[in-house]
């Protein structure tokens, strides 16, 4: 069995959540970025997945 971590937030992402004004601001955040996101895990899966037999 292989495992992979990947890892999807930025430099950009990691600022934006530590400097947020609080939690709504951090989950406001999150909520915006969520399909961006989602998107790149999918990519990565998609990309393990292509010469897979």
Do not use: C, F, K
Not at 11 to 35: C, F, K
Not at 39 to 44: C, L, P, R, W
């Amino acid at each position: 069995m292989n495992a992979y971590l990947v890892h999807l937030l930025s430099p950009e992402n990691l600022d934006a959540i530590a400097t947020a004004s609080g939690a709504h601001a951090r989950i406001a955040y999150s909520v915006q970025q969520l399909p961006a996101w989602i998107m790149a895990v999918q990519g990565v899966a998609a990309y393990l997945t292509e010469d897979t037999p």
